[in-house]
């Protein structure tokens, strides 16, 4: 995948990809017009939405790139967003989420005062039902190298994050294989060769408990799986990180295959359970 650069260029490139959200997605749109850093471009990737989302999305205007595009995905959404930007930085965010004022200067700036970092993320504010509730243990988030405790579940939310553009050239896009999970997959690719920086300040509110999640499904395993087996496959790990990989790997196989005969799904527990006696 080549990215494309466009005549103007921007310090950040925001990229929503947003699906059937016409109830929320103005709310996220607002939330980037809010912000006190002004340099940015805001590209809004619509991919394949048949409810009112386009009917919002015009109404808003100059202020925003509208692509449009039959429905690939979420990660084909953003990876259109990503080729088609011309920004220093890419700035992620999910349409269901809200953005504070200064999360685009605090990060900018960040960059400035550490200019051999790669990426960076902040905390957040969770909304869940419409109500605050406090992460969990599991979920704080760490700072530095993280690959292996990314192993265990995704660490870097995307509306929290920033990087920059050859950051995509070193590691890689989304995976557009891959319906959940594709963020896990990204981050684990990053996490390999690069600290994730920690801004240590609630700059974002990630909203969820909404029936069109698909961070909700039970299946997210499945996915991980499939992110850690695709890394064992490449001869790209230290022998640490293999190590931690391979445990991982197991650790998943075992209880999604648990999983699945609970669930009656005999074959897939069995195809599982194979898994294990690869060669990793």
């Not at 609970?262 to 195809?271: F, L, T």
């Amino acid at each position: 995948m080549v990215l494309k650069h466009t005549k103007k260029k921007f310090d950040v490139s925001v990229i929503i990809p947003t699906y059937n959200r016409g109830w929320i997605i103005k709310e996220a749109i607002d939330s980037v017009l809010a912000q006190t850093f002004d340099s940015y471009e805001l590209i809004v990737v619509d991919d394949g939405s048949d409810d009112n989302t386009a009917e919002i999305l015009d109404k808003c205007g100059k202020k925003i790139r509208i692509i449009r595009q039959e429905n690939h995905g979420v990660s084909a959404a953003r990876n259109r967003g990503i080729t088609s930007s011309s920004g220093r930085f890419i700035a992620l965010l999910d349409s269901d989420d809200l953005w504070l004022p200064e999360k685009l200067n605090r990060q900018v700036s960040f960059f400035q005062n550490n200019p051999d970092a790669m990426i960076c993320q902040t905390q957040e504010i969770w909304i869940r039902n419409g109500k605050r509730v406090n992460p969990c243990k599991h979920h704080k988030k760490p700072a530095g190298m993280i690959f292996e405790p990314s192993l265990s579940l995704c660490l870097v939310s995307p509306s929290a994050v920033m990087f920059k553009r050859e950051l995509v050239d070193r590691v890689g896009f989304f995976d557009e294989t891959l319906p959940a999970c594709e963020d896990y997959d990204l981050w684990i690719r990053v996490s390999l060769k690069y600290p994730v920086y920690l801004i240590d300040e609630a700059l974002i509110i990630k909203r969820g408990g909404h029936g069109d999640q698909l961070s909700g499904n039970l299946m997210l395993d499945k996915y991980r799986i499939k992110a850690i087996k695709n890394l064992l496959n490449q001869d790209i790990l230290t022998k640490d990180q293999r190590r931690a990989a391979v445990a991982k790997f197991k650790e998943k196989c075992i209880i999604y295959a648990t999983g699945c005969k609970k669930r009656g799904r005999h074959q897939e527990a069995d195809e599982y359970m194979r898994l294990l006696d690869e060669n990793l």
